[in-house]
Structure formats: structure tokens, C-alpha cells
């Protein structure tokens, strides 16, 4: 099994490296710790300052081609011959994923259980 799977650009031909939403939602998390933990010098260094919005960091990383900006939702899997010797591969969401700050099925799951363990504590009283 493959760690990760090479998708190119329908527009640019660019290769990039499908991640799935777990890992750009992993991504954010990260990044809203550096923001609040690192000072304004270091932030500056990646064009950033305590304000900005991993959220829209990521965004702005991961659902636009590298190279042309065309969207995450117009890549096909990469064949051979795609990738040329010394490409630079950077990581885009894989197209069967969408980014947004919706709950995950697992955490719809979990807060419905919640709820139902609340009610039932109540009705038990």
C-alpha cells in the first residue's frame, strides 16, 4: 500500500502529492500552536503575524495547483513519465475530499451519542 498517492494538474501538468483531509486538518491544528506560541520575528519569516488564519492558510496551501492555481478538483492520477527527475512535489488535498469547517462523521457520531447519554440521564431523574 502506498503512503500517498501523485496526482497531476489537468491544467499545468504540475505533480503534486494527494493528502487527505485528515492531514490538512492535522496541518491547521499545528499551525494555530506556532501562531500562538511564536513571537512576531518568526511568524515574519513565513509572511505571518498572531492574527493570521491557518484555516485560510491552508486553504490557500493545499486546495490550489502550485504552479498555475487551478483547483484541487481538477487533478487526474499522475502516470508515469509525469514526474521529472528533480521535481519538486508539494502536497494538495486529494479531490475526493472537501476542506471546511464542518464536523467530521466521527464527531457528528461522538456529539449524538452525547446528547443521547444527556437526555437519558435527564429522563432517568
Given at each position: 500500500m502506498k503512503a500517498f498517492?501523485?496526482?497531476?494538474?489537468?491544467?499545468?501538468?504540475?505533480?503534486?502529492m494527494s493528502v487527505s483531509d485528515g492531514y490538512v486538518k492535522a496541518?491547521?491544528?499545528?499551525?494555530?500552536?506556532h501562531i500562538k506560541t511564536r513571537?512576531?520575528?518568526?511568524?515574519?519569516?513565513?509572511?505571518l503575524n498572531k492574527k493570521s488564519k491557518p484555516t485560510e492558510m491552508a486553504k490557500e496551501e493545499?486546495?490550489?495547483?502550485?504552479n498555475c492555481r487551478g483547483s484541487y478538483k481538477d487533478f487526474r492520477d499522475a502516470k508515469e513519465g509525469?514526474?521529472?527527475e528533480g521535481h519538486t512535489i508539494q502536497s494538495i488535498l486529494?479531490?475526493?475530499y472537501e476542506?471546511?469547517?464542518?464536523k467530521t462523521r466521527q464527531e457528528?457520531?461522538?456529539?449524538?451519542?452525547?446528547k443521547n447519554e444527556v437526555q437519558s440521564k435527564k429522563k432517568k431523574k
Open positions: 498517492n501523485l496526482v497531476t494538474c489537468n491544467n499545468c501538468s504540475w505533480v503534486h496541518w491547521i491544528k499545528e499551525w494555530k500552536g513571537d512576531e520575528d518568526w511568524l515574519e519569516n513565513f509572511g493545499y486546495l490550489h495547483c502550485f509525469d514526474v521529472g486529494d479531490r475526493k476542506l471546511d469547517e464542518k457528528k457520531i461522538n456529539m449524538l451519542k452525547s
